[in-house]
């Protein structure tokens, strides 16, 4: 089975996740305010939930400009903002026919509903655009992932493949997200590609094209730092040498610190909610105030948030890399090194972020699914449809209970 048929089969799991999604009953006010979300109604079994963020994206990606307001929450990150407002014009017919489906019965809500429900009745294109980015980058990492994958495989490979990439789509975080705008669907795809810039590095001809792509991504959205750890570590393995890696340092900024210096010569400031309002990085500076002690019980407690909340969000993947390494009797030890790399370094750059929300954890949990790919992929054991019965019955298992939990994680 081609890799184009794996991943047309993955987009047939998320596209009947997606729709589950919208089966159940209108949530109540105690709860959206509990979750930051906000339920719309089609009826009494299917309704709509969406992030508190959704309105800000979307009157954003019909009126971009709104990004250089003083104080825009958004400010820091113009990239993600740009792809949609570039998508909505190829959404703004078909936008138009569906605008009279979407649910307009708002009940008993929190404040920013209202906001919402403009924006999604009077912007439905750029809602649109979120979402087709939303399951596009969901798809990419599919496809990245199977590209990290030997081409050569068995019978009952295939299917056992899908099933295994199945956990990067039935996930707490597509669950809360894949229905809103807004950046998250990023920290599945993002790991995928840190693996292959580890795994594969680039020759330096490339790279510093590749640090100044890096760096445009990060104004879509910051978890693309990553990806530059990523390469570096690929780089250092082919050929150690810190000049030349403090110049690519050099050409990651750049994107970041021009789209700053715009805003600042336009408004006179530059505002970062990140670190505004949720105090990302900040802690820092804080806790290094009251002392080296105080610092270091205040990254340990970070690193043990983020571990605690990985461990838990893991739990299927690691079940069926359990599995696939006993019938395997071995896990391939370049892949296993470089899915533990981008585990330690995801760990390590939301323990310096500081803001403590589990959602963030999952890019320590993607690697463990496509180590586990990997190692069917690779292995020499004879797979059979018994084994594909054992990991589907385990991603069948993690999509319901995706679907029937109460509440997303926000």
Known sequence: MARARIVGWCALWLAVLMALLLVGPPLSYGQQSLYCVRSFRFTDWLRLIVVCDTGDYVALAAEPWGLLDIDSARQSRPGFVALAYLLSVVWRWPGALVSGLLPSDLGEMPGTAERIAFALSHWVAGYLAYISLNVAVLLAAVWGS????????????????????????????????????????????????????????????????????????????????????????????????????????????????????VVWWVNGTYHVAEMSQYGEFVWIARSWQQGPAAFALAALDNAWFFLAAAAAQAVPALLVLLYAAIRARRLPAEATLAAGAVCLLALGFFTLIGWHAERLSITAVVPVVWLAARVVAEAKTAWTWTDAAVIGAVAFGQSMVMIAKSGPLS
């Open 146 to 261: 199977l590209r990290l994958l030997p081409s050569k495989i068995g019978a009952a490979v295939p299917v056992i493949l899908i099933c295994i990439l199945a956990l990067l789509l039935a996930n707490d975080v597509v669950k809360a997200f894949v229905w809103s705008a807004h950046t998250q669907m990023f920290n599945i795809a993002i790991p995928v590609l840190t693996i292959g810039l580890i795994l594969h590095p680039l020759a330096p001809s490339r790279a510093a094209w590749a640090a100044m792509g890096l760096g445009l991504a990060m104004l879509i959205y910051a978890s693309f730092a990553l990806g530059f750890a990523g390469m570096l570590v690929g780089l250092w393995r082919i050929r150690p040498g810190w000049h030349r890696l403090m110049t690519y340092c050099v050409m990651f900024v750049l994107p970041s610190a021009a789209w700053a210096a």
